[in-house]
């Protein structure tokens, strides 16, 4: 397995552990410390991963009770959330992720290849969270808050800490990486990123892919939104064309073959329908050339 997982002190409270380069299931996690406890956000997708994430969590935190907020339902993120219960951690999530998760890890061996998945059972009980709560752990108070309209997932929610300035975004932020709208709304997201999400006046933003950044990092995210917004609203789309589009538009981004699916969702939340799932994930694994191997 390579180490790609990179563990630095974000502030003096705040830590991070960014699994670089960001692409497909290999997402961010971070920790908050008070004197009291530590709130973890997100875990990892193997088991392997996980323990590892744990081990300099508790490298850290010591004795200290811990719990876990999920910012949203994706495997790469809540696939250890079973391991931080069977630790005698507390699990935070929206009712629609607890759901979700507690039906059984993501795994989905039709899309993806992937042979070290190990123990990734999910959690029994997760205590779901469905307005702003604060989680005081002894001198520091960060906030959870449920994210108001479908934007990445029908259940995500975001992590504030206000004395450092730092914003957990889970996935409504990716960084040099393509988003995926597949279970979300574009709509609903490109709102959230315009209007809610900067209210925090956030100093540091946590993405669930790629390096913490500024509020900067929002702005190109924006852009792909409208983009998809615009070129979609029309009966019958040339989707090749926007794709090959897209990938020009975009081209740092990793994992483009999302593009695919985005353009999909976009079309469909133009006609008022529900974006047809199989077509995605067939347009997901066409425009990849077959299943994709997870590099975990
Ligand atoms: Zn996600």
Same mark, same amino acid.
């Given at each position: *397995? ?6 630095? @002190? ?28 530590? &709130? ?18 508790? /490298? ?32 935070? /999530? ?64 975001? $992590? ?5 300035? $730092? ?13 995926? @709208? ?10 959230? &990123? ?18 913490? $950044? ?26 090749? /064309? #926007?794709?090959?589009? @897209? ?17 999909? $969702? ?10 047809? #799932? *199989?077509?995605?994930?067939? @347009?997901? *694994? ?11």
């Amino acid at each position: *397995m390579p180490p790609r997982a990179s563990v630095s @002190a974000l502030t003096d409270s705040v830590s991070v552990s960014i699994q670089a380069p960001g692409g497909w299931y290999q997402s961010n996690s971070g920790w908050i410390r008070g004197a009291d406890g530590g &709130l973890l956000i997100d875990t990892c997708a193997t088991e392997g991963l996980t323990r590892r994430l744990l081990a300099a969590v508790d /490298a850290d935190l010591g004795a200290r009770p811990l719990t876990l907020a999920l910012t949203h339902a994706h495997g790469d993120h809540a696939n250890g959330a079973g391991a931080v219960r069977g630790r005698g951690g507390t699990v935070l /999530a929206r009712t629609a992720t607890a759901h979700e998760v507690k039906a059984g890890p993501h795994t989905f061996p039709q899309v993806f290849d992937c042979s070290v998945w190990g123990d990734i059972d999910p959690p029994a009980d997760i205590t779901e969270v469905e307005a702003v709560q604060a989680v005081d752990l002894g001198g520091r108070v960060p906030e959870i808050h449920p994210v108001p309209v479908k934007a990445h997932t029908a259940g995500d929610l975001v $992590v504030w800490d206000s004395a450092d300035g $730092v914003l957990f975004t889970g996935d409504l932020l990716f960084v040099g990486v393509c988003p995926l @709208a597949i279970q979300g709304n574009v709509r609903g997201w490109l709102e959230v &990123l315009l209007g809610w999400l900067p209210a925090f006046e956030a100093k540091h933003l946590v993405p669930g892919h790629g390096p913490a $950044v500024d509020r900067a990092a929002v702005t190109p995210l924006v852009d792909y939104f409208q983009w998809l917004i615009e070129v979609t609203d029309k009966p019958e789309p040339d989707f090749a /064309a #926007l794709y090959a589009d @897209a990938r020009d538009r975009w081209p740092d981004w990793l994992d483009s073959e999302r593009h695919a699916v985005n353009l999909l $969702v976009a079309h469909a939340e133009s006609r008022g329908a529900e974006p047809d #799932l *199989m077509a995605a994930i067939t @347009a997901l *694994m066409t425009t990849n050339g077959g299943r994709i191997v997870l590099d975990l």
